[in-house]
């Protein structure tokens, strides 16, 4: 039982480029998220989906874009990266509302 | 916002000792959970407190909720070097549920 896994766990980009990070998680849960971690500001949530075909804004989601086309999977697409999406990515998943979320052990992303 | 704050944002002690951490949030809430992150890993959930409860034990943990005060706080209790991580508080409200987090409290607990 693998959990939540993110890959890929590093990668450098240069500015413009595009990039997909891929969440999976074997736990049939219903609800998955995005989340960014950057130094003394907390984890922000980017986009989140409450099943399968859906997706939802977060706080901080100008930038990304994100599919869910099977439940266990879902996609972070950065399509022009910038400077300022340097950060550390964190995917989670629970069941439902009022469920612990486990998380994955995150990607580290750098826009040069 | 919901997003909760922790205080204080760092916190050290000996080992042996208890470690008291705290989390304000703004809006009503329907349960409130407490995560760890261990240095370059990803969160570990600890505790989750219903808007109902006040008060929760899990072994060397002790999280109380005041609804009034929109607050709740983490108690570790006989720290070990090994508790030496961040902690994080997430509130969650509405429909759906999505998570807020704060900033954190980084403990370190000196050997």
């Known amino acids: 039982n693998a959990g939540v896994t993110q890959t890929p766990k590093f990668r450098v980009l240069k500015t413009g480029q595009s990039m997909t990070l891929l969440c999976a998680q074997d736990?049939?849960?219903?609800?998955m998220y995005w989340y960014r971690q950057d130094p003394g500001m907390g984890l922000r949530l980017i986009h989140y989906?409450?099943?399968?075909?859906?997706?939802a804004k977060g706080e901080v989601p100008d930038g990304y874009n994100v599919s869910r086309l099977k439940k266990q999977n879902f996609l972070l697409g950065l399509e022009s990266a910038a400077p300022s999406q340097t950060s550390v990515y964190f995917c989670?998943?629970?069941?439902?509302?009022?469920?612990?979320?486990?998380f994955g052990q995150g990607t580290r992303l750098t826009v040069v | 916002s919901q997003q909760g704050e922790e205080d204080p944002q760092a916190l050290s002690i000996q080992e042996g000792e208890n470690a008291t951490m705290n989390c304000s949030y703004k809006?009503?809430?329907?349960?409130l959970q407490w995560y760890r992150q261990n240095s370059g890993r990803g969160l570990v959930h600890l505790i989750l407190?219903?808007?109902?409860?006040r008060e929760k034990h899990s072994g060397r943990l002790r999280v109380t909720l005041d609804t009034s005060k929109k607050s709740s706080s983490l108690l570790i209790t006989a720290s070990r070097a090994a508790d030496t991580a961040s902690y994080f508080c997430?509130?969650?409200?509405?429909?759906?549920?999505?998570?807020?987090f704060g900033s954190g409290t980084k403990l370190n607990v000196k050997p």
């Open positions: 989906s409450v099943g399968e075909g859906t997706t």
């Open positions: 997430a509130t969650e409200a509405g429909n759906f549920n999505k998570f807020y």
């Open positions: 736990m049939n849960h219903e609800y």
């Open positions: 809006t009503s809430i329907n349960n």
């Open positions: 989670a998943s629970n069941q439902g509302p009022g469920t612990e979320a486990f």
């Open positions: 407190i219903r808007s109902n409860e």
